[in-house]
């Protein structure tokens, strides 16, 4: 089986490139090694919910002052999106979901993913991942940091940085 092209979510985003040929195996490996190690801190500091509401109007209601927060942490689809935050905003938040009648599910995830609270480990992690090799993709690759095709070589710390850190953008992919 050969694909025509790669995406991945979150995480698995590392696997994707690594089948694009972007990232040797040892790369890949190295990747999820350090996010890992730089997103464990942040175990019981938050959590995460499925939404089923199209990003702009998910947006607006977090604009309120009582899901302070609480953000966006992957775009899914037209209609589908995954937010993070401290369990308290969040639960506020998923009980006006659940007044407004928006479908949600809290995930079993102890972890604010794709939220500002990483901010504080961005240095560390761009370091600890200098000296990543990203080559030409051998097969096309639609990243979910940019929700567009990239070449395989601006595959780079910076790169792995942000897609710990900004929203998941599966759906544009």
């Not at 919910?49 to 899901?67: G, R, W």
């Not at 992690?125 to 090799?133: Q, S, V, W």
Request: glycine share 8%; aromatic share 8%; proline share 8%.
């Amino acid at each position: 089986l050969q694909p025509a092209a790669v995406l991945g979510h979150s995480a698995g985003e590392v696997a994707a490139a690594c089948a694009a040929g972007a990232l040797s195996r040892a790369d890949a490996l190295r990747v999820i090694e350090v996010r890992t190690r730089f997103q464990e801190p942040m175990r019981g500091k938050g959590t995460m919910a499925a939404l089923v509401l199209p990003e702009a109007e998910a947006e607006a209601a977090l604009a309120d002052p009582a899901f302070a927060g609480v953000e966006i942490a992957a775009v899914n689809s037209g209609r589908s999106l995954t937010l993070a935050g401290p369990a308290g905003p969040l639960g506020a938040f998923l009980r006006h979901a659940r007044r407004q009648r928006w479908p949600h599910v809290r995930l079993d995830i102890e972890y604010p993913f794709h939220s500002s609270q990483l901010d504080p480990f961005r240095a560390p992690m761009i370091e600890a991942l200098a000296g990543l090799r990203p080559q030409p993709c051998t097969t096309r690759f639609f990243s979910t940091v940019t929700g567009t095709e990239l070449p395989g070589e601006a595959l780079d710390a910076e790169y792995w940085w942000r897609n710990v850190r900004q929203k998941v953008a599966f759906a544009p992919a």
